[in-house]
């Protein structure tokens, strides 16, 4: 979830000034959004994504990062999604993905509308992106838009259950619901 506030800049002023800040902040349109806190299901299914594609993925090739590292959509624009894979080898000083392949968000009841609408709308224009997933943090749920040759479908696949599998083709790769949700207790 994130909360807006009247700041406005423009991206290098906010690389510059979010450096450093306990807080966490995204800039969307120039307007810079703190970014709050997620639940524990949230934590557990972003490190378990993590996890599985450096289980999946060559080093040499990809680097899996998390939420502290930026992703640039724009004049105006950089995200800090929950998990990026980006090309490998990029200096270690960079503030923001080189050539972000696969972007994830955990999304929330608060979130879902705003990771599946304006946040895939500014993630499925960036040329180097393989695929965009959004998963939920409480159920074993998936929600994936991955290029083919004619670009992204106009709405993702939707796939749920502890039997279903996220598949990624550019990557070559399957990302099993049972690995991302493991330990994950539905039970309210």
């Not at 349109?29 to 639940?39: A, E, I, L, P, Y």
């Not at 479908?153 to 996220?166: C, D």
Request: aromatic share 6%; no cysteine.
């Amino acid at each position: 979830m994130n909360v807006q506030s009247d700041l406005r800049m423009d991206k290098p002023a906010f690389l510059a000034w979010v450096q450093g800040r306990a807080e966490r902040y995204e800039l969307a349109k120039s307007r810079v959004m703190m970014m709050t806190g997620g639940s524990r299901g949230h934590a557990i299914v972003t490190r378990q994504l993590a996890a599985a594609l450096e289980r999946r993925l060559d080093a040499r090739r990809f680097t899996v990062l998390t939420s502290d590292f930026g992703v640039d959509l724009g004049p105006d624009t950089v995200r800090y999604p929950d998990v990026v894979v980006d090309l490998a080898g990029g200096p270690l000083k960079d503030l923001t993905a080189t050539a972000p392949v696969l972007i994830a968000e955990v999304t929330s009841v608060s979130s879902a509308t705003y990771d599946l609408g304006d946040k895939a709308a500014e993630y499925l224009k960036l040329a180097s992106l393989a695929a965009y997933v959004v998963l939920a943090q409480d159920e074993p749920k998936a929600w994936i838009w991955a290029r083919n040759e004619s670009g992204f479908p106009p709405g993702p696949a939707v796939i749920a259950g502890m039997g279903a599998v996220i598949a990624i083709p550019a990557l070559g790769i399957d990302l099993p619901l049972s690995e991302i949700f493991a330990g994950l207790d539905a039970s309210p």
